[in-house]
T-cell receptor, first 115, second 114 residues
Framework: AQSVTQLDSHVSVSEGTPVLLRCNYSSSYSPSLFWYVQHPNKGLQLLLKYTSAATLVKGINGFEAEFKKSETSFHLTKPSAHMSDAAEYFCVVRGATGTASKLTFGTGTRLQVTL | NAGVTQTPKFQVLKTGQSMTLQCAQDMNHEYMSWYRQDPGMGLRLIHYSVGAGITDQGEVPNGYNVSRSTTEDFPLRLLSAAPSQTSVYFC?????????????FGEGSWLTVV
């Protein structure tokens, strides 16, 4: 079984300050982990993914995430927030090859960016 | 390169009506799946398929039916719509093999049942 917990339902930052969106996972095997972003009334866009290679993963738009097995975490960070980053962010874990068609989503973190 | 195409984008149904949400992909992906998105709950898996002729239930399958007669298409049928099925629906596809394969999502279908 697999699960994902996004620790904050809402995060508010000022433009130009760092962003931290927290995600913990539970999985009985080596997981693949993803972060997706969803802007209002839009579809899902892949930010980055971890697939058991480098533990520090760089994604689009300056985002990165670090896989920490000992802490079962996959937190998303960005050094400097931009107004366009305001959106909802989902942490996602994917099953092993035999169940790789199944994704388990966190409940989402809404990022607000203020001037 | 169309990717994953969902239709319709918006739909209003009356309680008890039936309808089909269409999903098509042009990437020859084996895996396809349907999710629904509700406020504060993330996306939840309704049904999925690992290849033509093979489907299985996800977390919230009740009230929905699927079939996979071709690799390209994976329609989702609402048998008798209920207000609880008001949601945003996403179709996804990916290659089989590594669980790290990129998953592609459609643009979503906004469904309201009145």
């Amino acid at each position: 079984a697999q699960s994902v917990t996004q620790l904050d339902s809402h995060v508010s930052v000022s433009e130009g300050t760092p962003v931290l969106l927290r995600c913990n996972y539970s999985s009985s095997y080596s997981p693949s982990l993803f972060w997706y972003v969803q802007h209002p009334n839009k579809g899902l866009q892949l930010l980055l993914k971890y697939t058991s290679a480098a533990t520090l993963v760089k994604g689009i738009n300056g985002f990165e995430a670090e896989f920490k097995k000992s802490e079962t975490s996959f937190h998303l960070t960005k050094p400097s927030a931009h107004m366009s980053d305001a959106a909802e962010y989902f942490c996602v874990v994917r099953g092993a090859t035999g169940t790789a068609s199944k994704l388990t989503f966190g409940t989402g973190t809404r990022l607000q960016v203020t001037l | 390169n169309a990717g994953v195409t969902q239709t319709p984008k918006f739909q209003v149904l009356k309680t008890g009506q039936s309808m089909t949400l269409q999903c098509a992909q042009d990437m020859n992906h084996e895996y396809m799946s349907w999710y629904r998105q509700d406020p504060g709950m993330g996306l939840r898996l309704i049904h999925y398929s690992v290849g033509a002729g093979i489907t299985d239930q996800g977390e919230v399958p009740n009230g929905y039916n699927v079939s996979r007669s071709t690799t390209e298409d994976f329609p989702l049928r609402l048998l008798s719509a209920a207000p609880s099925q008001t949601s945003v629906y996403f179709c996804a596809s990916s290659n089989r093999g590594s669980s790290g394969n990129t998953i592609y999502f459609g643009e979503g279908s906004w469904l309201t049942v009145v």
